[in-house]
T-cell receptor, first 111, second 112 residues
């Protein structure tokens, strides 16, 4: 089992560019999550999907959109990147209320 | 006020000592508590979870929960240099959303 995979691992964007971060899990989990991690801020929830077909905003959703493509895949889109979105992005999956398993992360820099 | 508070550290202990990491939370209805370890440049990985008041032991790690005081801690016995990492406390919020809220982490360094 690969667990949770994320692509790309690194990305550099210019302000105003768009991109999609991809996440897939092979653990048959119902719930998936997108977090960002900034120095001294811990992990902050951007969006989550409790089950296939549903998505909800987390603590910091502004500037992002998500798509739960199917049970395995959950993507995060930046429509118009801003320097404030420079961060490390983690995808995670779990059964509802249980342990979350994290992907390796995407390191995004917006110039 | 942040919902989950941790001392950011850094916390330094000598090899072989006990490292004590602390976390307080504000949501009195929280039921599940998790400790994650994160090495520099890597993703968080679960060390332990605890649901009930008291202690839970797993090898060199002991999680302690006191719901009345809204306090959870992680003890690492016989600390090793390989334990040097950032430790994240996470709390499963009550209510229908049931999301994990993370503390900002405590950086631990174990000195050889």
């Amino acid at each position: 089992n690969a667990g949770v995979t994320q692509t790309p691992k690194f990305q550099v964007l210019k302000t105003g560019q768009s991109m999609t971060l991809q996440c897939a899990q092979d653990m048959n989990h119902n719930s998936m999550y997108w977090y960002r991690q900034d120095p001294g801020m811990g992990l902050r929830l951007i969006y989550y999907s409790a089950s296939e077909g549903t998505t909800d905003k987390g603590e910091v959703p502004n500037g992002y959109n998500v798509s739960r493509l199917n049970k395995r895949e959950f993507s995060l889109r930046l429509e118009s990147a801003a320097p404030s979105q420079t961060s490390v992005y983690f995808c995670a999956s779990s059964e509802v209320g249980n342990t979350q398993y994290f992907g390796p992360g995407t390191r995004l820099t917006v110039l | 006020q942040k919902e989950v508070e941790q001392n950011s550290g850094p916390l330094s202990v000598p090899e072989g000592a006990i490292a004590s990491l602390n976390c307080t939370y504000s949501d009195r209805g929280s039921q599940s508590f998790f400790w994650y370890r994160q090495y520099s440049g890597k993703s968080p990985e679960l060390i332990m979870f605890i649901y009930s008041n008291g202690d839970k032991e797993d090898g060199r790690f002991t999680a302690q929960l006191n719901k009345a005081s809204q306090y959870v801690s992680l003890l690492i016995r016989d600390s090793q240099p390989s334990d040097s990492a950032t430790y994240l406390c996470a709390v499963l919020t009550s209510g229908s959303a049931r999301q994990l809220t993370f503390g900002s982490g405590t950086q631990l360094t174990v000195l050889p």
